[in-house]
């Protein structure tokens, strides 16, 4: 089955850019979807098709795809972004796959 | 502005069926291109799909879970329904419903999915 992997936790200093990865097999010929989840919410889709900004998220919030490796990248972090980041694909086999999540820290 | 509620049993013993229901207002369950799905959070875990469900029927479900899945739409009451059989305490988890937009519905398969709004989620705790 097709599996995704993020690192469990990135810290970044607030002001700073903070990058939180998404890898899997080929995973660049796919697209790459991100979400937000604070705690005791619902999470929130903050990257779509790689590199697609919804309305209403912040410019500072962006996403790449190549490769085996998807990214997100988040500059001038701000305290408000602290939260858990997942990132999902499809897969023709799996279907919808989300990786582990990764837990911003802005400290 | 589309809303989804999710609606069921807080507690389930073990072994037995789970079921929970998806209120969708604001839109129709009918509409193309988005599918309408489910995904689970255990306790201080993270994020995982269970499966998901056009408005003709066709289904998508984790390969994991697809043994006890069953995903279910009713058009004329503009809801969606998860049942989930032979529970077990790892089943304990909160329980969020979506709206999932693909660039195809129905028996196809789609280039891009993603899960374009969610349900506020119910938690349902297994234990006798």
């Known amino acids: 089955s097709y599996e995704l992997t993020q690192p469990p936790s990135v810290s970044v200093s607030p002001g700073q850019t903070a990058s939180i990865t998404c890898s899997g097999d080929?995973?660049?010929?796919?697209?790459a979807y991100w979400y937000q989840q604070k705690p005791g919410q619902s999470p929130v889709k903050v990257i779509y098709q790689d590199n697609k900004r919804p309305s209403g998220i912040p410019e500072r919030f962006s996403g790449s795809n190549s490769g085996n490796t998807a990214t997100l990248t988040i500059s001038g972090t701000q305290a408000m972004d602290e939260a858990d980041y997942y990132c999902?694909?499809?897969?023709?086999?799996?279907?919808?796959?989300f990786g582990g999540g990764t837990k911003l820290t802005v400290l | 502005q589309l809303q989804l509620q999710e609606s069921g049993p807080g507690l389930v013993k073990p072994s037995e069926t789970l079921s929970l229901t998806c209120i969708v207002s604001?839109?129709?369950?009918?509409?193309?291109?988005?599918?309408w799905g489910w995904i689970r959070q255990p306790p201080g875990k993270g994020l995982e799909w269970i499966g998901s469900i056009y408005y003709s029927g066709s289904t998508y479900y984790n390969p994991s879970l697809k043994s006890r899945v069953t995903i279910s739409v009713d058009t004329s009451k503009n809801q969606f329904s998860l049942n989930l059989s032979s529970v077990t305490a790892a089943d304990t988890a909160l329980y969020y419903c979506?709206?999932?937009?693909?660039?195809?519905?129905?028996?196809?398969?789609?280039?891009?999915?993603?899960?374009?709004?969610w349900g506020k989620g119910t938690t349902v705790t297994v234990s006798s």
């Open positions: 979506s709206r999932d937009f693909a660039d195809c519905g129905g028996d196809c398969q789609p280039s891009y999915y993603y899960m374009d709004v």
């Open positions: 080929k995973l660049g010929d796919k697209y």
């Open positions: 999902q694909a499809w897969d023709s086999r799996t279907s919808v796959v």
């Open positions: 604001g839109g129709s369950v009918t509409s193309s291109s988005f599918y």
